[in-house]
């Protein structure tokens, strides 16, 4: 742990950057990542939509704690990235805000070949 963040999250920006109900788009370790702030909290999602893998959910429209896809209008809820009918949606990370920067956790991914 350094500077009281856990290991595994990486700095992404300051809260204040954030605007309210809009994404920005950030890659860590090869993960592409949409991050939003609403109502004060701050989530981190995949940035990818499953429908045809458009990496552009961080342009989506945000209404009642739920993202848009900009492309084809899916609904994926911002704290699990479950979609309404409970199918599995989005990949979500884990977010810490310490002295008002903002930091994702997201593992490097591994091929096993």
């Not at 599995?88 to 994702?104: A, F, K, M, S």
Request: hydrophobic fraction near 35%; glycine fraction near 8%.
């Amino acid at each position: 742990m350094k500077d009281n963040i856990p290991e595994g999250f990486y700095n992404v920006c300051d809260v204040n950057s954030l605007k309210e109900k809009r994404g920005k788009r950030f890659i860590i370790n090869d993960i592409d990542i949409a991050v939003f702030k609403v109502d004060g909290t701050i989530y981190a999602l995949q940035n990818q939509c499953p429908h045809q893998h458009s990496q552009t959910i961080y342009d989506g429209i945000v209404e009642n704690c739920k993202v848009a896809c900009p492309v084809h209008g899916w609904e994926f809820n911002l704290s699990d990235g479950k979609m309404d009918t409970g199918r599995r949606g989005l990949d979500t990370y884990e977010v810490v805000v310490h002295n008002g920067e903002v930091y994702v956790k997201a593992d490097k991914k591994e091929l096993n070949w």
